[in-house]
């Protein structure tokens, strides 16, 4: 099935020339079908990017899923143009009285802050407070998964001595888990964080599952026993260049930053790396979709059709 787009979102023609099926909104209107309705909270400074990269996991499944992108009232952009942000995002308040199948809160650039400083926390938890009762599973990533983990479940972050950055070893602590179904004993995933949350947290809360970590990186997925709430706190959904962008990016800043670990063959920058963790990244939005999204949700919400906006 195809992921259905808004007419003119840069992401389509990149889409498609990538092979995946997508599908403009006004012919997604025919379908007589019952789709997934997915939304996005994009916090990432480079709003066009992020899209792609997760347009491209969630379009990847048998399941018919259409997008609202989710934009803060409370802070505005810089790194995108007022009329992108105009023609494919909402605020909360044009969104709260529906209700989704699923939704993301993605990472922002803003972990070395106290939650409550973020000039949008208020806006975010009120958020997070509204998905309890209107979406049904909710993934969070990165920073959108420390905020869960502090908001939802108190275990508050602590700064690590330097950036966590590079491609890490991850394992499973309980293969039998549908989210993580299918996935290697073993596996690799990108972070770039410089904070991290106490392991033996999350191993001790009695709401929560810690189903994936790395030696180095630490903690990687996080679920809670109720399924509500997925916490990444890396980025499997990164293309191959994005650490090398963002190392680029911070030493042209004059940022005392080392390469990222076990990314560049032979740890040189001038060679390109490889992905090589695309098969997990499918992987895991796949199983999310199905067996916490598509398997759990109601048939039927209590919204009319004329409410959906964008399609992917």
């Known amino acids: 099935m195809p992921i259905n787009i808004p007419k003119r979102l840069p992401a389509g023609d990149l889409l498609r020339e990538e092979k995946i099926f997508v599908m403009e909104e006004d012919r997604a209107r025919t379908q007589q079908i019952r789709p997934l309705n997915i939304l996005v909270c994009n916090l990432m400074p480079e709003k066009e990017k992020t899209e792609l990269q997760l347009l491209r996991l969630l ?83 990165c920073w959108g998964a420390q905020a869960a983990l502090y908001y939802h479940y108190g275990i508050g972050k602590y700064e690590l001595p330097k950036k966590c950055s590079g491609v890490y070893s991850h394992v499973i602590t309980d293969l039998t888990v549908d989210l993580v179904r299918g996935f290697s004993d073993e596996y690799v995933a990108p972070h770039s964080r410089h904070t991290s949350v106490s392991i033996e947290e999350v191993r001790n809360h009695p709401e929560l599952k810690l189903l994936s970590y790395s030696d180095d990186a630490g903690v990687f997925i996080v679920q809670s026993k109720d399924n509500k709430h997925i916490m990444i706190t890396g980025h499997l959904e990164y293309d191959a260049t994005t650490l090398k962008d963002e190392y680029v990016r911070d030493v042209a800043k004059g940022d005392n930053v080392e390469l990222p670990v076990n990314y560049f063959p032979d740890n040189d920058p001038l ?42």
Request: proline share 3%.
């Open 59 to 141: 379009g990847n499944t048998p399941l018919q899923v259409n997008i609202t992108f989710l934009n803060t009232a409370t802070y505005e952009s810089r790194n995108v143009s007022k009329s992108h942000l105009q023609l494919f995002y909402k605020t909360f308040e044009e969104i709260k009285h529906r209700r989704y199948d699923g939704m993301i809160i993605t990472g922002a650039p803003i972990e070395r802050m106290e939650f409550e400083d973020v000039l949008y926390w208020k806006e975010i938890t009120s958020i997070m407070d509204w998905a309890k009762e209107n979406v049904t599973s909710i993934m969070n990533i």
């Open 271 to 312: 060679k390109e790396p490889k992905n090589t963790w695309r098969a997990h990244s499918h992987l895991l939005f796949y199983n999310w979709l199905n067996y916490y999204v598509y398997q759990e949700t109601p048939y039927k919400w209590d919204f009319v059709e004329e409410d959906i906006e964008y399609h992917i």
